[in-house]
């Protein structure tokens, strides 16, 4: 009996409070990669792409708050637990801080409110403070903001070594298929 009441304490601990991680790198403003190579996108938040306007700057300013240190991750109870890329959908939470928030208060996302999630109201004052300060990308007009920019995104060297294999997946799956139909085609010729 006290083993049953063990795990309950322990499943409904990690029912509550979320999970553990460590973060291995930033992928993006909205985007990381555990220590157990799970790919994580923050709940609520859209972050200019890299090659958009004040996509590297987003991306470095989360990676400053939360790259190699260790964070808790929390689930929505609106939301799926997967996006269509089959990341995680979670909150970030750094010692008492939501993370997801910060980055919009600070005007490195937006509030990505196309999608249900508990905290729509917190993120939509948060994104309105940050526009009301001129914080981070908001201190730029519109136009500004709207302008090409002709940032050549590549792969550091340091980093060709690392293939996730999770982003090539299909083309990785392909060339397995493609394989398997050339061999069964060399066996039925021989």
Same mark, same amino acid.
Request: aromatic content about 10%.
């Given at each position: 009996?006290?083993?049953?009441?063990?795990?309950?304490?322990?499943?409904?601990?990690?029912?509550?409070?979320?999970?553990?991680?460590?973060?291995?790198?930033?992928?993006?403003?909205?985007?990381?990669?555990?220590?157990?190579?799970?790919?994580?996108?923050?709940?609520?938040?859209?972050?200019? *792409?890299? /090659? #958009?306007?004040?996509?590297?700057?987003? @991306?470095?300013?989360? %990676? =400053?708050?939360? $790259?190699?240190?260790? &964070?808790?991750?929390?689930?929505?109870?609106?939301?799926?637990?997967?996006?269509?890329?089959?990341?995680?959908?979670?909150?970030?939470?750094?010692?008492?801080?939501?993370?997801?928030?910060?980055?919009?208060?600070?005007?490195?996302?937006?509030?990505?409110?196309?999608?249900?999630?508990?905290?729509?109201?917190?993120?939509?004052?948060?994104?309105? *403070?940050? /526009? #009301?300060?001129?914080?981070?990308?908001? @201190?730029?007009?519109? %136009? =500004?903001?709207? $302008?090409?920019?002709? &940032?050549?995104?590549?792969?550091?060297?340091?980093?060709?070594?690392?293939?996730?294999?999770?982003?090539?997946?299909?083309?990785?799956?392909?060339?397995?298929?493609?394989?398997?139909?050339?061999?069964?085609?060399?066996?039925?010729?021989?």
């Amino acid at each position: 009996m006290k083993y049953i009441i063990l795990f309950l304490i322990v499943a409904s601990h990690s029912l509550c409070f979320g999970q553990f991680t460590k973060v291995k790198r930033v992928v993006d403003g909205d985007t990381f990669v555990t220590e157990s190579g799970e790919r994580v996108r923050l709940i609520g938040i859209n972050a200019p *792409e890299m /090659k #958009d306007f004040y996509g590297i700057e987003a @991306k470095e300013h989360l %990676a =400053e708050l939360i $790259e190699g240190r260790d &964070i808790e991750l929390t689930s929505d109870h609106k939301s799926k637990d997967r996006d269509r890329y089959s990341r995680l959908l979670r909150y970030v939470v750094l010692s008492g801080v939501d993370i997801n928030e910060q980055m919009i208060r600070e005007g490195y996302a937006y509030a990505l409110l196309k999608f249900r999630f508990d905290r729509a109201a917190v993120y939509t004052d948060a994104e309105a *403070e940050a /526009k #009301d300060q001129l914080l981070g990308m908001w @201190k730029y007009t519109e %136009a =500004e903001r709207n $302008e090409p920019q002709n &940032i050549p995104v590549t792969t550091p060297i340091s980093n060709i070594t690392q293939i996730d294999l999770y982003e090539n997946r299909y083309v990785i799956g392909g060339l397995v298929i493609m394989f398997i139909i050339l061999g069964i085609n060399y066996r039925l010729r021989a």
